[in-house]
């Protein structure tokens, strides 16, 4: 099966919700296929802060399309990328589709913000949304060029972000449906599901709803059932996880000026050599070189 008709088949399995997880370059997209998830987010924070820079669009998106590249090339399950805006307007967004679909990328997630983007959690309030008219002709020339019918592309609604309300996000989810986005992604900072419940109950299932539970997180799965979300992202996890670990080590190796003590808590060299699936080559050498 096509990666993208397995994220299609994601967004619309009779077992919703399912999961994906975040991953930020080759390796760590490995370690989700490898844990075990059906499909990766390709994490926009979690990609420009392995670049050392933030979250702004401050790295090209041709300079993500490097690290997309890897990504895909080391796995089998399907990559939804985490668009940012598109990065400008319909012209680019429709270019963008045209270069994820030759790197075997399943799909793309836009929000309806003004390039260059904010981070939604970094005083999303002061952040300008894009017009309606304007985001509904990007999502129409991205799916207008995809030569794919299985590509998928989500519209993410930041009206809740915003503090623009519910009825504006449901507006704006209509409208992003009728123009033909294949799913609707609500987004909410709040510490409780009561944002993302409202929208759910009105919503009233006329379209597929992909969520993103980091400031809602203890909300158990079962409810998102029974709302009948269908895609649940974990958005930053693997990016979080390697930072405090990379931090706790690095800070130990410089008290201790010795490695002696961190040897045990880390990956061995040859657990790295077995994820770049080095004895592949080893066996080529022997097959190929003379």
Not at 35 to 59: C, P
Not at 173 to 195: T, V
Not at 233 to 260: C, G, P, V, Y
Request: with cysteine; hydrophobic share 40%; aromatic share 8%.
């Amino acid at each position: 099966m096509k990666k993208t008709s397995k994220l299609k088949h994601l967004l619309n399995s009779p077992q919703n919700p399912d999961f994906i997880m975040e991953a930020h370059n080759g390796l760590s997209a490995k370690v989700v296929e490898e844990a075990g998830f059906k499909g990766i987010w390709a994490s926009g924070l979690s990609i420009s802060a392995t670049m050392g820079v933030r979250d702004n669009n401050e790295a090209s998106w041709t300079q993500v399309l490097d690290i997309l590249e890897f990504m895909s090339d080391a796995t089998t399950i399907p990559i939804l990328l985490d668009g940012d805006t598109g990065y400008g307007n319909f012209n680019n967004a429709r270019r963008l589709v045209k270069k994820l679909e030759q790197l075997d990328i399943a799909g793309v997630c836009i929000e309806d913000k003004i390039f260059p983007k904010t981070n939604s959690f970094i005083n999303g309030e002061a952040q300008p949304l894009a017009s309606i008219e304007e985001f509904c002709g990007k999502i129409k020339a991205m799916k207008d060029t995809q030569m794919d019918e299985d590509f998928i592309v989500v519209a993410r609604v930041e009206a809740l972000i915003a503090g623009w309300g519910l009825e504006e996000a449901l507006k704006r989810a209509e409208a992003y449906r009728q123009a033909g986005a294949d799913a609707i992604l609500i987004h909410s900072k709040k510490s409780n599901f009561n944002e993302i419940e409202a929208f759910m109950k009105e919503w009233n299932g006329r379209h597929p709803v992909v969520i993103v539970p980091t400031k809602y997180y203890s909300t158990p799965k079962e409810e998102f059932r029974r709302l009948g979300v269908n895609l649940i992202i974990w958005a930053n996890h693997n990016l979080r996880a390697s930072l405090s670990a990379m931090q706790k080590i690095t800070k130990q190796i410089l008290i201790d000026e010795s490695i002696n003590h961190v040897e045990g808590s880390i990956a061995s060299v040859e657990e790295i050599f077995r994820i770049q699936n080095a004895e592949e080559l080893q066996e080529a050498e022997k097959k190929y070189l003379p």
